[in-house]
């Protein structure tokens, strides 16, 4: 897997400059709307663990991502292309807890053929990857127009007025979903060990099961939750303020971990910069997951029982100028073990030259994020690594 988080900008103080005597900003609650009923079906591709979906803005389809983590977002480009009005101008922090100060704006989306109004946009320039990828985010502030369902064994997200309208919901338990506020981002309880407890964000742009916060971390180890630890160096990806800074890194086995009342015993794990702890798209490829914050309720229909503990090759890679590079590994990985190390120059996968333009990137994500082994070919080595489920007991 490429440990990237593709674009995220979390909206925990966006609003301190717009927000007086605790009135929200008019953009926050205009929109987005919808005229009668909805009962969509949208088809959605994954590539590394990304969802993607057809939005259409300005009258031009475009590439998206859904995110359930982040507001919905357009790149600076197409927003300029548009001469999309700016009504607001924010500053927050990204994933990694980089300042990133951004502008804000309405505009429609056409999603299979509905017409979502005066949705608030985040126009942000994108990094390299995620301009290769994607020209936008569909967030988590459309959640509340519908019961929103992620079935990836149909390969499409649901949205539909009336929860009866969707199947994988009858005879599954119902679990608490929390709404905030704008942008209306879903949270879980979550049970981290026998005496630990908090609460997590269900974020679909994050590749892990659980990537766990400072406290949490610190909660779950002074309860005996930690059940096996790994340690590696490097990046941990790229968001909406650029590059994360090179620093020691964590991922860990949590013993007995439950969301609500659905009990998954143990589930792997990496260690973010910052609150709060994520529930990540990993999660989707065993649940078809069904959100519905108009009754505060969510459920988890289980449809593949394997262990929670994601196969990797143990590295990560980074696509900044000409080169690709390596910008993370972890110890005791198939990566490791073959001698890789963080800023080795990347120079094929899988036979294939390997290039940091886009069609190089795309064709980096789709060898690394769908196949049980790679050929891996770098200025100091050549090796084929074979995923595993590596954490030391």
Not at 272 to 285: F, N, Q, V
Not at 335 to 342: D, S, Y
């Amino acid at each position: 897997m490429i440990r990237v988080r593709l674009i995220a900008l979390l909206c925990g103080s966006l609003l301190a400059a717009e927000t007086e005597a605790n009135e929200p900003p008019a953009w926050t609650t205009e929109g987005p709307v919808v005229d009668g009923a909805l009962n969509l079906e949208i088809p959605v591709e994954v590539l590394a663990t990304k969802l993607f979906l057809e939005v259409s803005v300005g009258g031009v389809p475009r590439r998206f991502v859904f995110d359930t983590g982040s507001p919905s977002m357009l790149s600076a480009e197409i927003a300029d292309e548009l001469g999309l009005a700016t009504v607001a101008r924010t500053q927050g922090r990204d994933a990694h807890g980089a300042v990133v100060q951004t502008r804000v704006v309405q505009t429609d989306f056409v999603v299979a053929d509905t017409t979502f109004r005066k949705v608030p946009v985040f126009v942000a320039e994108f990094p390299k990857t995620a301009r290769c990828l994607f020209d936008g985010v569909l967030g988590s502030e459309v959640l509340p127009l519908c019961a929103w369902q992620i079935d990836l064994p149909d390969g499409v997200l649901r949205c539909a007025t009336e929860l009866d309208e969707l199947d994988h919901v009858e005879g599954t338990a119902r679990q608490t979903l929390y709404d905030f506020g704008f942008p209306h981002a879903p949270f879980f309880d979550v049970h981290l060990a026998e005496q630990a407890t908090s609460k997590a964000m269900f974020d679909t742009g994050s590749p892990e099961y659980l990537a766990i916060s400072p406290p949490d971390f610190e909660g779950t180890r002074r309860n005996d939750g930690i059940a096996a630890m790994n340690r590696g160096f490097g990046s941990s990806g790229g968001s909406a303020g650029g590059e994360a800074p090179e620093r020691d890194q964590l991922r860990v086995a949590l013993g007995d971990f439950g969301i609500g009342e659905l009990e998954l015993e143990e589930v792997g794990a990496v260690l973010r910069e910052a609150p709060p702890s994520l529930i990540g798209a990993s999660l989707l490829e065993h649940f078809v997951v069904t959100l519905d914050q108009r009754s505060a309720a969510a459920w988890f229909s289980p449809y593949l029982e394997s262990a929670f503990l994601q196969p990797s090759f143990g590295f990560g890679l980074s696509f900044e100028g000409d080169d690709v590079r390596v910008s993370l590994v972890w110890d005791d990985s198939p990566a490791a073990t073959a001698g890789l190390e963080v800023g080795h120059r990347v120079l094929a996968i899988d036979g294939e030259s390997a290039t940091a333009d886009c069609a190089g990137i795309q064709q980096a994500l789709r060898a690394i994020s769908s196949g049980t082994s790679i050929e891996l070919e770098w200025e100091a080595g050549k090796a084929r690594l074979e995923s595993a489920r590596w954490l030391s007991r």
